[in-house]
């Protein structure tokens, strides 16, 4: 009787132990690393839509171009928000809006990823414009439904803002991907 009460306290132990040794590390992995941003609008339709959440991570990382970043700022409407890396500290940005095309430093950006509608909502900013030291150049995808760095309320995004780039769309289910 002894004995099999002490196996029983033991597994309980063993469990309790492992169960909080597990809570600990996601707790870790997900205040130190990655967390979850919501995709607010469509400015970033088709590859994101409303609602959609999409895991984060700014451990080590370097902007890079084409990446998609949840952008931490308080701008008086939102607290975040997610866009797409253009140009990096120093690049020049043109855009031309007749023919709806974005180069950097005189090369045309290759947008493999979708792009939905034409690029004719021009902002205020005159082009070409170059991203000053220590910031980047966003556009959101859906170009006509985006306010991004065209516009001087969001203008350059400083590189503390980014809070990380998107590794991987968790909801809603059966349209995960990763980016």
Known sequence: MKNS???????????????IACMMCIFAVF???????QVTGNSMYPGLENGDSVLISGV??????????????STGENTSF???IIGLPGDEINIDF???????????????????????????LTYPVTVPEGCVFVLGDNRDDSL?????????????EIAGKALFRVFPPGKTAIY
């Open 98 to 124: 007749e023919s709806h095309i974005v180069t950097v430093n005189g090369y045309v950006v290759p947008e493999t990823y979708k792009v939905n509608a034409a690029l004719s909502e021009k902002g205020d």
């Open 82 to 84: 997610i866009k797409r």
């Open 31 to 37: 205040t130190m690393g990655i967390r979850v941003a």
């Open 5 to 19: 009460y002490n196996k029983i306290c033991t597994g309980i132990y063993s469990f309790l132990g492992t169960l």
């Open 148 to 160: 991004d760095s065209r516009f001087s309320k969001i203008g350059f995004i400083k590189l503390e």
């Open 60 to 73: 080590f990382y370097k902007p890079a171009y084409g990446d998609i970043v949840a952008i931490g700022r």
